[in-house]
């Protein structure tokens, strides 16, 4: 894992960078248009394991008394409250079941954006969140960091609902995208796994993977 400051105007993009090789491997065959439907699903799966254990890599332990069969012990177990993974539909849910394979008791917030073709502007659909979210470390997940019009759109969302420790995860992310989210919500970190050239005229992440929620459910 490396954090990675880039200059991009006056303001520095600021993200983790998660370079395993396996992740690295994984996206490689993921970005390949060759790559079937199935098989993209299946490496986002295995990428969110993998990316998930970064994400949470310095969450906070305190000890708990158990007793192994030969003898009692202080045990490190996780503090605090269960933490909140929330999706931002569609394409989050690929990172979201990998994640919950990992951290199966986490509670789960769903975000419906879509990106509007013409604006680029994020439309919301649908919204359900646990209450508490104030009490908890929320971890926003959705591949793709472009504009940053719907990962902003998702944290402004969650944090008029309570939320105020946030971290945002994703696969792949334009410095555009970064530079843009830092400044709408610098106090929530961006773990990424590659970052990408550029944005084209379209909004689209260059070199990129394409359409994240279209590759993943073969709509297009
Ligand atoms: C994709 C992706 C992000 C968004 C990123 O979703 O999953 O949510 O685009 O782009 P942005 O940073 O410019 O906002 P999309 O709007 O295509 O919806 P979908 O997941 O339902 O296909
Ligand atoms: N959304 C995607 O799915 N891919 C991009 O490249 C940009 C936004």
Sequence with gaps: MSEEKKAAGATPAKATLVDHPLVQHKLTIMRNKETSTA???RLLREISLLLCYEVTRDLELTTTRIETPLV???APTLEGKKLVFASVLRAGNGLLEGMLD???A???AHIGLYRDHDTLEA?????????DLGDRLVIVVDPMLATANSAIAAVDRLKRRGATNLRFLCLLAAPEGIK?????????PI???AIDSHLN??????PGLGDAGDRMYGTK
Excluded: C, W
């Design 102 to 104: 990992l951290v199966p």
């Design 191 to 193: 773990f990424t796994a």
């Design 39 to 41: 098989s993209f699903r």
């Design 180 to 188: 843009r989210f830092n400044a709408a919500h610098p106090d929530v």
């Design 201 to 206: 005229d379209k909004g689209y992440i260059v």
């Design 123 to 131: 439309v919301e659909y649908y919204f359900k969140a646990p209450q």
């Design 106 to 108: 986490a509670r789960v």
């Design 72 to 74: 009692p012990m202080e």
